[in-house]
């Protein structure tokens, strides 16, 4: 319900901290990166998640070969990648939200990553609110493409850092419908603005494998991405969307 919801979000700030980044330093050509994650269940509950065994992590867009792990017992996971990319790993596992999450493999700071799949039952709740039906949906005869972002913003990443109200998200390159979760952080589409949450996003999001960027406006100044890709101008974040996923943003300001 609202009340869980809202302890999630505001213990946690979304449904994603961070990857865990190691790379290499001082060499000219990029070196590849070992992203190391855990993957925990998203009920509601963030205080007592239990990590998940058998989610899929996949990075997107591979033609040729597939760069996939499989969580462990533990919930863990760990992937090479490219040095200096624009990353995505889709995560997927039956019973649970496919998720999306982006990343710039240029980083040489090591952190603590932990990623929260929802639940298909904390998904469909979501879903209802918004008067939507995720991830399946239709439009007269035809099944429609459908996607949803949910971008977090907070004044860092650790628990003791806080969500930021009063931060507005405009779409400078895609489609999609905005949102923002109330005080009892239910998804409203009447709103403005963050709420307590520091949470809002886009649904109904057709244009799927295209590149979505947004401003952050408001009290959120000086903004780049946690979990996302760097955008054109200042204040700004890029991601991806894919049909019948949920894409994880997290934004970062001073």
């Known amino acids: 319900d609202g009340d869980e919801i809202m302890q999630t979000l505001n213990t946690v700030g979304g449904l994603i901290l961070s990857l865990a980044v190691l790379t290499g330093c001082g060499s000219e050509s990029p070196e590849?990166?070992?992203?190391?994650?855990?993957?925990l269940a998203y009920d509601g509950d963030p205080?007592?998640?239990?990590?998940?065994?058998?989610?899929?992590?996949?990075?997107?867009?591979?033609?040729?070969?597939?760069?996939?792990?499989t969580t462990d017992a533990?919930?863990?996971?760990?992937?090479?990648l490219p040095g200096d990319i624009e990353a995505t790993l889709t995560l997927v596992k039956e019973g649970f939200g496919s998720t999306l999450v982006s990343n710039v493999t240029d980083s040489d700071v090591i952190t603590t990553g932990v990623i929260f799949i929802p639940t298909e039952a904390w998904l469909n709740d979501f879903a209802a609110a918004l008067g939507i039906e995720f991830?399946?949906?239709?439009?007269?005869?035809?099944?429609?493409?459908?996607?949803?972002?949910?971008?977090?913003?907070?004044?860092?990443?650790?628990r003791e850092d806080e969500p930021i109200a009063g931060v507005s998200y405009e779409l400078l390159e895609g489609e999609g419908e905005p949102y923002y979760l109330d005080d009892n952080a239910i998804p409203d589409t009447s709103l403005d603005e963050t709420q307590a949450s520091g949470v809002g996003g886009f649904f109904n999001m057709p244009e799927i494998g295209k590149t979505h960027e947004v401003r952050i406006d408001g009290a959120g100044d000086n903004c780049g991405p946690a979990a996302g890709w760097?955008?054109?101008?200042?204040?700004?974040?890029?991601?991806?969307?894919?049909?019948k996923f949920v894409t994880q943003v997290?934004?970062?300001?001073?």
Request: include cysteine.
């Open 32 to 39: 590849p990166v070992n992203i190391k994650g855990t993957v």
């Open 230 to 243: 760097p955008g054109k101008d200042r204040n700004t974040v890029r991601f991806p969307v894919l049909d």
């Open 74 to 80: 533990n919930g863990e996971f760990e992937l090479e």
């Open 250 to 254: 997290t934004v970062v300001c001073d």
């Open 135 to 158: 991830p399946e949906c239709e439009e007269g005869e035809f099944v429609c493409e459908n996607a949803i972002a949910l971008i977090t913003t907070r004044d860092g990443l650790s």
């Open 47 to 69: 205080e007592n998640s239990e990590p998940v065994e058998r989610v899929q992590v996949c990075q997107l867009d591979q033609p040729t070969t597939r760069n996939c792990d």
